[in-house]
């Protein structure tokens, strides 16, 4: 019998008691503590370099938000291992086993490592006497221990908006709380980045955040002093008091205590610092870096440029054709209108009164103006949505927005690079998935401290990116997809700056570090390469007359290179044949006669002939140049763009474009 057909008796067990559920739940500040790349704390340089830009991001948020100029003071202060030991309350301890430590070396390994360094030392020398560009050696490696930490205290102190003495707790000690979650362009969006900083500080020092804050007109000022309970993503307050305010300061003054390492990210630091500075040349920022190593110290004081701030953002209402189902359910609940026409009217952009009322008709014979929108059925937001979806509606404006503007990007371009030329161009408003957007640029060429090829620098909402470079789409726009060469330029030779400034309501970064905005949105992609152009085009025609003017120099340097020569030639003939004249072995009529009769008697020297010629060739020169300008239109040096400085801030301004001038009328 065929053993298979034999039914087969189960060999499974008894099933066993179910296991206690294995299901988990993260609180927010739990995930982003295990995930601390996606918001920029790679590793301890970085969350230096983050902490930093953070806290810098929300003093200019702040200022601004109360139209007051920004002035910004970042320290950071390295502590040595002691101090940071003694801080914590921890006693140093000698090591005793040495050999249980990570960067133990054998006697026999550390003669064979000083051995090579003194080989490697010997090789510098030579090559240094010997004028060969050296490079220093790497650090030798594994003489850093991992246990091996930098500390350091990280201070910033604005003369912003300050906090309300009871959102202080919050706004600190619980991931994703902030005051920017509305539509608005603003440098912070997610209520993540200070809480980060201290998550970093929780996890890397165990020590907490202080914060100080006073509003206009607070006669206190709000101290506080807390951690996170990150389990429960809650503040842990240690101290929260209200001190005397005898100045009547107001702003907010953080400080905390954080591991990094200045050495990796030294650079991109002050570069983070001198960009912003670019795109802020309103605030005022002093950067201090204080070590007890002193030459390591570092003091910038980037100054104020112009009193002329950008405007406020504004706060704005959705776009119809930007909205989910959710945003819907949760803008019906918030909203304080009654009826489904006014809650149309008034919670979107776009939507004026006739078009609500069309847009009602359109949904069904169950919707009316009139209906309480409170009232709605889930299906009957759906229908909503899917008209959202369907309808055409006007695209947003960007008056929402506030770009730097064409002259502060300018001052900054030129402030901090000193460029041979600059072309600076503002787009106008655009949208993508219902946000507005708006593009600015600038295109340099020549200046102090920038690398042949292209310089690329990149704004989002006014925040330097410094990342991630190679995706971004200003980056790939500038290498791809201008022809550079059209326009004059040289791609590899010459040294371009490429600034670009993109604002809007939502910017679509990468992942939450801010650090770059991705190539698949084509509008931004085409209003992008739409500026850069602009601004090339505007080069280009200066680049052209800069060539144009060179190569008359070149003409005129040539002629005149032959002038000697071309003398010596003509006075050795003509005193040849000025010799036949005077032995009437040739004759010669009149004017001749006249001119060899001069030569034979050394009336006209070669010195004559050679002043002729000199004056013949800036003749003819400056008839050329006369007959070049009068082809081209051209009778003056290039025109250059003026700015001239404001004297008073805080008023209302229009900028006026056009290729050759931004005018600005100031009301
Ligand atoms: N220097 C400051 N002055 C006034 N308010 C501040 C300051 N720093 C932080 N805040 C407040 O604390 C809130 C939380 O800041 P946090 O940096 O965590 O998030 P965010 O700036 O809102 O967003 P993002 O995570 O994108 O930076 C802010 O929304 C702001 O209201």
Redesign the pocket.
């Known amino acids: 019998m065929d053993s298979d057909n034999e039914p087969k008796k189960s060999k499974s067990k008894t099933p066993k008691t179910p296991k206690e559920s294995v299901l988990k739940q993260k609180s927010p500040a739990e995930f982003f503590a295990e995930n601390k790349n996606i918001a920029g704390f790679d590793n301890p340089g970085k969350s230096l370099y983050t902490t930093v830009r953070?806290?810098v991001?929300?003093?200019l948020?702040?200022a601004e938000s109360i139209s007051e100029l920004p002035v910004v003071e970042i320290i950071i202060e390295e502590i040595g291992k002691n101090k940071f030991n003694s801080m914590i309350g921890l006693v140093d301890r000698e090591r005793v086993d040495e050999a249980l430590y990570d960067d133990f070396e054998t006697a026999k390994a550390r003669e064979k490592r000083l051995a090579k360094e003194a080989r490697a030392q010997e090789l510098l020398a030579k090559n240094a006497s010997l004028g060969k560009k050296v490079k220093e050696p790497a650090a030798p490696k594994g003489m850093k221990g991992r246990g091996d930490a930098s500390f350091y205290r990280v201070t910033?102190k604005?003369n912003?908006?300050?906090?309300p003495h009871d959102d202080i707790p919050n706004?600190?000690g619980r991931v994703l709380?902030?005051?920017?979650y509305g539509l608005k362009q603003?440098?912070?969006?997610?209520?993540?980045?200070?809480?980060?900083a201290l998550i970093w500080s929780k996890m890397s020092t165990g020590l907490p955040i202080e914060i100080s804050?006073s509003m206009r007109g607070q006669n206190f000022i709000s101290f506080c002093r807390l951690d996170i309970n990150i389990h429960k993503n809650i503040p842990h307050v240690h101290l929260h008091e209200k001190r005397d305010n005898k100045d009547r300061w107001h702003?907010?003054e953080?400080h905390l205590v954080i591991e990094g390492n200045w050495t990796t990210y030294r650079s991109k630091i002050l570069h983070y610092m001198r960009q912003m500075a670019v795109i802020t040349p309103y605030a005022q920022f002093l950067f201090r870096f204080i070590s007890d190593v002193s030459d390591k110290n570092v003091t910038i004081r980037f100054s104020r440029r112009t009193d002329v701030m950008p405007p406020v953002p504004v706060e704005t209402q959705h776009h119809p054709s930007s909205v989910d189902l959710l945003l819907i359910k949760r803008l019906i609940t918030e909203t304080s209108k009654q009826n489904l026409l006014h809650f149309l009217q008034h919670e979107f952009v776009n939507i004026g009164k006739s078009l609500a009322e069309r847009l009602i008709g359109e949904m069904g014979p169950e919707f009316t103006p009139k209906m309480a929108v409170k009232s709605l059925t889930s299906q009957q937001i759906v229908r909503i949505h899917q008209l959202f979806r369907q309808a055409k509606f006007d695209d947003p404006s960007g008056d929402c927005l506030s770009p730097a503007g064409e002259y502060n990007l300018r001052l900054g371009i030129i402030k901090e690079l000193h460029p041979d030329m600059v072309a600076t161009y503002a787009g106008s408003a655009q949208v993508f998935e219902g946000h507005p957007f708006i593009v600015e640029a600038g295109v340099s060429v020549g200046g102090k401290d920038v690398k042949q090829g292209l310089n690329i620098f990149r704004f989002a909402n006014r925040i330097p990116l410094l990342f991630e470079q190679g995706g971004d789409v200003v980056t790939r726009t500038a290498m791809k997809r201008i022809s550079w060469n059209n326009y004059k330029i040289n791609q590899t030779q010459d040294k371009i700056g490429v600034f670009a400034s993109i604002v809007s309501t939502k910017i679509p970064f990468k992942g939450?570090g801010?650090e770059y905005i991705g190539d698949d949105i084509s509008e931004i992609a085409t209003a992008v390469k739409y500026a850069i152009q602009q601004c090339c085009i505007q080069l280009k025609s200066k680049i052209v007359r800069k060539i144009q003017a060179r190569e008359q120099q070149e003409r005129k340097r040539n002629l005149s290179r032959y002038i000697p020569d071309a003398t010596n030639a003509i006075y050795d003939v003509l005193k040849e044949v000025s010799q036949f004249h005077a032995l009437k072995k040739r004759r010669f009529e009149e004017e001749d006669a006249n001119v060899l009769q001069k030569v034979h008697s050394r009336m006209i020297t070669k010195d004559t002939l050679r002043d002729m010629l000199t004056q013949y060739v800036e003749k003819v020169d400056y008839e050329m140049a006369m007959e070049y300008a009068t082809q081209s239109g051209v009778n003056e040096a290039p025109k250059e763009a003026i700015y001239i400085q404001a004297l008073e801030a805080e008023y209302n301004f229009i900028d006026f474009h056009s290729s050759n001038f931004v005018f600005r009328l100031i009301q």
Do not use: H, Q, V
């Open positions: 953070e806290l991001e929300n003093s948020d702040s910033c604005d912003g908006r300050g906090m706004m600190f709380s902030g005051t920017k603003t440098r912070g969006k997610f209520g993540l980045g200070a809480k980060m804050s702003g907010a953080i939450t801010k």
